[in-house]
Nanobody
């Protein structure tokens, strides 16, 4: 059974940076991509960034140029470097591991951007 766990959330001041980590364990079918999503209070979950096993990266419009996704597929790990954080980036950030067996979500980690 695949389990996904995020870490690195916390309170950050506007303009600051934060690095989130995600690790998938119990992976039997090769991971094809890993993604970060976020969900603000009262809103739908939105995709933040995705990286494929081949290294192709895509970003949501609201984070383009500020966030950077990286990965280590040999260890089923993915990272999200968040720079120049804004109060609007406050959300629960979720990691999703995708393979031919399906997608698995983590429980999320809270990022709060405030003075």
């Amino acid at each position: 059974q695949v389990k996904v766990a995020e870490s690195g959330g916390g309170l950050v001041e506007p303009g600051g940076s934060r690095r989130l980590s995600c690790a998938a364990s119990g992976v039997m079918s090769p991971t094809t991509s890993m993604s970060w999503y976020r969900q603000r209070p009262g809103e739908r979950r939105e995709r933040v960034a995705t990286v494929t096993r081949g290294g192709f990266k895509t970003y949501g419009d609201s984070v383009q140029g500020r966030f950077s996704i990286s990965s280590d597929f040999a260890k089923n790990r993915v990272f999200l470097q968040m720079n120049n954080l804004e109060p609007e980036d406050t959300a629960v950030y979720f990691c999703k591991q995708l393979s031919l067996a399906g997608g698995v979500w983590g429980q999320g980690t809270q990022v709060s951007v405030s003075l």
